[in-house]
């Protein structure tokens, strides 16, 4: 919008472009000033922009996409996804491409939400333990995948994706800061991220950290195989080692996967030291300090300022929502470990104890 009232007046520039951090200036285009911030790399995030809002306006097709995936409802999955996804959807799809397209799909996303490439990191860390040990990671996929709590874990990672695709408003402007981060470059003093409705994301990262924290013991599980454990046995006290991590007291070590699953969260992070680039990925995510800011009832937010405060600790509300953008990336990070454990219990032959292979 261009203000020419005054004759011989200077233009003046006025953004109502919504994907970026507006400035304090009224005398520069949000737009514009982005450009020079950005320099070459604009195009480059501009792109991930738009595959971003691409999937906003596709997200009731992900929906119902992704619930028939879960129902194993194959002819309305290949129906939804040669309407919404044609050119990424096989004509005459197999099994194992009805699993690995659809996630292959979601990962354009978590690629657009994580520059910094946390996700491909950390997939290839925890995938890297399946090679050579399929057999074995059959059975622990047919384990996991056999327990009803599964199927109800993968719905709400489902759902929290979900439901943050419908809140892309309320958090795409920060995904400028987040791309800034990954590049090293400067986040300018005067931009702003405008208000959010900070109850709605503040309900949405609790429940992204809580089935988060249920998909831990799958991790954990998975370390165990890698080094020859039974699948639930962290440290039997009776022997000498064990996983051990060292940041934690005595008192505080766990034996097995059950008594994991029941311990506090600075507990079952810890279990991560031997994970490095996902619990990088996880530390990204749930940054400590937001945690705690946003976690309790007494936190106070300051709509003026964009302030979160809890007990003298206070959180800009822009590194709030950085966090929860990467936690959408993790979100897809669970969906496609979930399609992973679901593809190779599939194949695994409880009477035999075999794995009849994925061809």
């Given at each position: 919008?261009?203000?020419?009232?005054?004759?011989?007046?200077?233009?003046?520039?006025?953004?109502?472009?919504?994907?970026?951090?507006?400035?304090?200036?009224?005398?520069?285009?949000?737009?514009?000033?982005?450009?020079?911030?950005?320099?070459?790399?604009?195009?480059?995030?501009?792109?991930?922009?738009?595959?971003?809002?691409?999937?906003?306006?596709?997200?009731?097709?992900?929906?119902?996409?992704?619930?028939?995936?879960?129902?194993?409802?194959?002819?309305?999955?290949?129906?939804?996804?040669?309407?919404?996804?044609?050119?990424?959807?096989?004509?005459?799809?197999?099994?194992?491409?009805?699993?690995?397209?659809l996630h292959r799909i979601l990962s354009v996303l978590a690629a657009a939400l994580d520059p910094n490439g946390a996700y491909p990191r950390a997939k290839r860390e925890l995938w890297s333990r399946t090679f050579g040990r399929e057999e074995k990671f059959s059975e622990l996929a047919f384990r996991a995948t056999s327990d009803p709590n599964f199927k109800v874990i993968n719905r709400r990672l489902s759902d929290q994706l979900v439901r943050l695709l419908r809140d892309a408003a309320d958090w795409i402007p920060a995904l400028a800061i987040v791309h800034l981060r990954a590049g090293r470059m400067p986040i300018p003093e005067d931009w702003r991220v405008p208000l959010v409705r900070i109850d709605t994301l503040r309900d949405a990262?609790?429940?992204?950290?809580?089935?988060?924290?249920?998909?831990?013991?799958?991790?954990?599980?998975?370390?165990?195989?890698?080094?020859?454990?039974?699948?639930?046995?962290?440290?039997?006290?009776?022997?000498?080692?064990?996983?051990?991590?060292?940041?934690?007291?005595?008192?505080?070590?766990?034996?097995?996967?059950?008594?994991?699953?029941?311990?506090?969260?600075?507990?079952?992070?810890?279990?991560?030291?031997?994970?490095?680039?996902?619990?990088?990925?996880?530390?990204?995510?749930?940054?400590?300090?937001?945690?705690?800011?946003?976690?309790?009832?007494?936190?106070?937010?300051?709509?003026?300022?964009?302030?979160?405060?809890?007990?003298?600790?206070?959180?800009?509300?822009?590194?709030?929502?950085?966090?929860?953008?990467?936690?959408?990336?993790?979100?897809?990070?669970?969906?496609?470990?979930?399609?992973?454990?679901?593809?190779?219990?599939?194949?695994?032959?409880?009477?035999?104890?075999?794995?009849?292979?994925?061809?």
């Amino acid at each position: 919008m261009v203000d020419h009232r005054t004759p011989g007046a200077d233009w003046r520039v006025v953004s109502t472009y919504g994907d970026l951090p507006s400035t304090s200036s009224e005398e520069h285009s949000s737009f514009i000033f982005a450009t020079q911030v950005f320099g070459d790399q604009f195009m480059e995030y501009f792109q991930c922009v738009g595959i971003v809002r691409e999937f906003e306006e596709r997200v009731d097709a992900i929906e119902h996409a992704y619930g028939f995936y879960l129902q194993e409802r194959w002819d309305l999955l290949d129906s939804v996804m040669r309407r919404s996804f044609e050119d990424a959807w096989p004509k005459s799809p197999s099994i194992l491409d009805r699993h690995t397209h659809l996630h292959r799909i979601l990962s354009v996303l978590a690629a657009a939400l994580d520059p910094n490439g946390a996700y491909p990191r950390a997939k290839r860390e925890l995938w890297s333990r399946t090679f050579g040990r399929e057999e074995k990671f059959s059975e622990l996929a047919f384990r996991a995948t056999s327990d009803p709590n599964f199927k109800v874990i993968n719905r709400r990672l489902s759902d929290q994706l979900v439901r943050l695709l419908r809140d892309a408003a309320d958090w795409i402007p920060a995904l400028a800061i987040v791309h800034l981060r990954a590049g090293r470059m400067p986040i300018p003093e005067d931009w702003r991220v405008p208000l959010v409705r900070i109850d709605t994301l503040r309900d949405a990262y609790r429940q992204n950290f809580e089935v988060s924290c249920q998909m831990l013991p799958l991790v954990v599980r998975m370390q165990n195989m890698v080094e020859g454990r039974d699948f639930d046995v962290i440290r039997d006290p009776g022997l000498p080692g064990g996983w051990e991590p060292r940041i934690l007291l005595p008192r505080e070590l766990v034996n097995n996967v059950n008594q994991y699953t029941k311990a506090r969260a600075s507990i079952k992070e810890a279990y991560l030291n031997r994970n490095s680039r996902l619990r990088y990925f996880w530390n990204s995510a749930f940054t400590r300090d937001v945690r705690n800011g946003i976690a309790h009832a007494e936190f106070d937010y300051v709509m003026h300022d964009g302030i979160v405060r809890y007990k003298g600790v206070e959180v800009p509300q822009y590194v709030f929502v950085e966090a929860l953008i990467q936690q959408i990336a993790l979100l897809v990070f669970w969906l496609d470990l979930c399609k992973l454990c679901k593809i190779y219990g599939s194949r695994w032959d409880p009477s035999s104890k075999k794995f009849l292979g994925l061809a």
